[in-house]
């Protein structure tokens, strides 16, 4: 500021101002197109020191641009005293009276209650705050949170925002609108089947530490006609040690994991707990139980293999034992221990799906033969470690890659993921491991030598007890026997769980309730050669079915209801 003074006013409110404006222009989709309408989330309470100065700047930017250009919604609690038996308006009002002291009007205002308000009550929030009736929209405790939007816009909220704006609606096809909304929500009441996911980490105190977690795997289960139950296992609970010290802990942390259709093991930092997290993977490679790491759970995914399959007792990563004579997991070559600011590798990446020679010949000298692998494909010609950051043509590995699970999943030649570390797989160990049997099929594109992406083919141990094996359990399903592949073993280095949306969910998750409900095999068996290849999803057959239809189901794929006992269509 050339010497200035910096001052919270102008100086931080005005870049508040320029980076919100500056985002607001960014493309977020593929059409680059600038965005025309930008939502902006002030969390807190109105009053706080802490959000004055944001207060203060979107009083600035709603000056600066126009009343027309602006729309203010304020979300303010009316609660319901059982005592009383009715509702009350007096925190609203004091709310907007704090919000109309520091420069700002509500344009709309919603009333998050636990009942529904009389229309007495509306009007009267209406005249006290300022905002016409018809502008007061409740949004009251609902079971499942995607109602929220199917209730908003019961109240007219999309035609509030388009006068507001004075834009016009478009046409977004012939369905309804929210229709696909609408089916997902009635798909999500009428799931009749459970996944149980253990997610083993160390931050299980507050659930919502792995809220992303959660909600990609809800995501995951509601694309497959399900329900899912998260348990948050404690990997410190699950260490021997515990055993002696707190027995119930450990055998209710065991149990937890014993019981679960799958098992994610999370990310973190820090070695308290990761012994805990080794003892999982193990217990889930051995016993072909579906598997993901995401972030610290691949690397130590890569740990366990080295200690149990490749016989490197002392394997470690550098980041716990610095002086290990086997380090399967190094600091990345830009990280300063020393500096620990700023060094992490974060953001958006591009990742490659790459088949190294390997591979190739361990896939070769197991006479690996499959529906998706014809063994004609082993005679290629070999891709070479080289190759890994080339570009997106068509590469003579591609039928070979799907025999991966997640190459077939993502459905592309590559992937964009959100990444966040600062240690990495060790690609001096790669050769190891890959002629062993642990592939890694995703490399960074830029140079492709960052293990990115990884899924084990080593086969189910022959001591694997049967009891935890897919295909002889009741439900009939066929699956894994010793000796054959695992169902899914795969680990990331970035968070698939930051990409992953109510109605897309991320390929990672879906592939492991997928294997978890034993039917991977059958979504494969949708992906048609026109498909494959197109970087989506493969579209289930009348992907949009009206809330009324009777299978209540907005993916065919995995209906929920048999069409012949489920309920007849309301209306006329």
Not at 261 to 281: L, P, T
Not at 327 to 338: R, Y
């Amino acid at each position: 500021y050339l010497g200035k003074t910096v001052q919270v006013v102008p100086h931080i409110t005005d870049a508040i101002q320029e980076w919100v404006i500056r985002v607001a222009q960014k493309p977020v989709d593929s059409s680059g197109r600038t965005p025309e309408l930008c939502m902006i989330e002030l969390g807190g309470t109105i009053g706080d020191i802490e959000s004055m100065p944001f207060v203060e700047a979107f009083r600035q930017l709603q000056y600066r641009v126009g009343p027309k250009n602006f729309c203010c919604v304020h979300v303010s609690l009316v609660p319901n005293l059982s005592s009383v038996g009715e509702p009350k308006t007096k925190p609203t009002q004091i709310s907007i009276r704090e919000l109309r002291s520091r420069g700002l009007q509500a344009d709309l205002l919603m009333c998050r209650c636990n009942c529904s308000l009389p229309p007495k009550v509306m009007e009267k929030l209406g005249l006290f705050c300022q905002v016409p009736i018809d502008h007061v929209l409740v949004v009251q405790d609902v079971d499942i949170l995607y109602e929220v939007p199917i209730k908003l816009e019961e109240q007219n909220l999309s035609n509030l925002l388009l006068d507001h704006f004075d834009l016009r609606a478009k046409s977004l096809g012939p369905e309804p609108p929210l229709a696909s909304w609408h089916a997902m929500v009635d798909q999500i009441k009428h799931a009749n089947r459970t996944v149980r996911v253990a997610v083993a980490g160390k931050y299980t105190k507050l659930s919502d530490a792995y809220l992303s977690l959660i909600k990609a795997c809800e995501h995951a289960a509601t694309y497959i006609n399900c329900n899912v139950k998260v348990d948050l296992v404690n990997t410190e609970d699950l260490e021997t040690p515990v055993a002696e010290s707190a027995p119930d802990q450990y055998h209710g942390a065991w149990l937890a994991i014993n019981n679960a259709d799958a098992v994610i093991v999370a990310g973190g930092f820090g070695i308290r707990g990761c012994e805990g997290k080794v003892a999982v993977i193990r217990y889930c490679r051995e016993r072909a139980i579906p598997f993901l790491g995401i972030c610290l759970g691949f690397q130590l995914a890569v740990v366990e293999f080295a200690r149990n399959v490749l016989g490197w007792t002392d394997a470690n990563s550098t980041e716990f034992d610095p002086n290990t004579s086997h380090p399967c997991v190094i600091d990345m070559p830009e990280f300063n221990p020393g500096d620990m600011g700023g060094t992490m590798r974060l953001g958006s990446r591009k990742t490659n799906f790459f088949l190294s020679s390997d591979v190739r010949t361990y896939l070769k000298s197991k006479e690996v033969s499959s529906t998706k692998l014809k063994s004609a494909c082993l005679e290629e010609p070999i891709t070479h470690a080289g190759d890994a950051s080339s570009g997106d043509v068509k590469r003579p590995d591609q039928e070979e890659l799907k025999y991966f699970n997640t190459y077939r999943l993502v459905n592309a030649d590559h992937i964009y993921a959100r990444h966040r570390h600062r240690y990495e797989v060790n690609p001096e160990k790669v050769h190891e491991f890959e002629s062993h049997g642990f592939a890694f099929i995703g490399r960074d594109a830029a140079e492709g030598n960052r293990m990115e992406i990884g899924e084990l083919i080593y086969p189910v141990p022959e001591s694997a007890p049967l009891s935890r094996i897919p295909g002889v359990l009741s439900n009939g399903y066929s699956g894994v026997v010793p000796n054959t592949r695992h169902p899914y073993f795969v680990g990331t280095q970035f968070h698939p769980e930051y990409t992953s949306r109510p109605m897309r969910p991320s390929p990672f998750f879906l592939g492991l309730l997928l294997a978890a409900s034993s039917h991977l095999d059958k979504y494969f068996g949708e992906v048609s050669i026109n498909e494959f290849g197109s970087g989506r999803l493969p579209p289930p057959k009348n992907r949009y079915v009206h809330r009324s239809a009777a299978s209540y189901s907005y993916n065919t794929l995995f209906p929920n209801v048999d069409p012949a006992t489920s309920p007849p269509p309301s209306g006329p």
